[in-house]
């Protein structure tokens, strides 16, 4: 009788003193890996112009089919995407569309707070893509 609680009691015990895996989010957030599949960042040339030349490449190969874009040219008709939006809702974040993209102008970042109230604000549009992602969510100072 009281073997089988003495067994329980030092199971819990294991637990209680053993290395903690959880995190308190969002007091603590987990440090990702730098390979880490998160939002899609489109990247510049260092002139600032966008490096996207509106291949469709992307949009082509994404399984998830949430990569719309316009094509537009400049007057030397370089082309670039006039209307590019990634809706986040659908993706599946394989990372296809990095690796597709001959002119390195899509990359995905460690940003992993997506979430969103809305579907549509999961619609990411050119402007949103083109800036680095902001945490969402600070971690909370708790008081005193
Ligand atoms: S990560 Fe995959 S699903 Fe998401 S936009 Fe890129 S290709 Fe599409
Ligand atoms: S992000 Fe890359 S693959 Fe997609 S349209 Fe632009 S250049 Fe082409």
Known sequence: MILPLLQGLKLTLQYFFSKKITLQYPEQKWDVAPRWRGRHVLTKHASGKIRCVACMLCATVCPAECISIEAAAEPDNRKYPEKYELDLGR????????????????????????????????????????????ARYEPVKKAG
Do not use: H, W
């Open 91 to 134: 993706c599946i974040f394989c990372g296809f569309c990095v690796e597709v993209c001959p002119k390195e102008a899509i990359e995905m970042s460690t940003a992993y707070e997506l979430s969103e109230y809305s579907r549509e604000d999961l619609i990411l549009n050119k402007e949103q893509l083109l800036e680095p992602p902001v």
